[in-house]
Nanobody, 115 residues
Framework: VQLVESGGGLVQPGDSLRLSCAAS????????MRWYRQAPGKERELVAT????????NYADSVKGRFTISRDNAKNTVYLQMNSLKPEDTAMYYC?????????WGQGTQVTVSS
């Protein structure tokens, strides 16, 4: 199982970014996927979840209405569209899934929101 995130960067408050997570090594279309984030000195936080078919999504209250998780099962990729970014969104963002009762994480992509 491999998860590779991309799309992070340095942006200003109010800007948008789209993160991508390319997955391989398992049957992607049947697996729920998650995005987590971790800011320096803070615990890792669940940001968003999407079911295998993409029909159901859930979000942390802190990002509801600003972030959208989606997936393209033909490309084995999950996305996190982040709009109206705030300085408090600054964190390392990780893609996550579980396969046969094991947890798998990507290496993370840094998002920094600063003026």
């Amino acid at each position: 199982v491999q998860l590779v995130e991309s799309g992070g960067g340095l942006v200003q408050p109010g800007d948008s970014l789209r993160l991508s997570c390319a997955a391989s090594g398992f049957t992607f279309k049947t697996n729920a996927m998650r995005w987590y984030r971790q800011a320096p000195g803070k615990e890792r936080e669940l940001v968003a979840t999407i079911t295998g078919a993409g029909g159901n999504t859930n979000y942390a209250d802190s990002v509801k209405g600003r972030f959208t998780i989606s997936r393209d099962n033909a490309k084995n990729t999950v996305y996190l569209q982040m709009n109206s970014l705030k300085p408090e969104d600054t964190a390392m963002y990780y893609c996550y899934t579980w396969v046969r009762f094991r947890d798998y994480w990507g290496q993370g992509t840094q998002v920094t929101v600063s003026s």
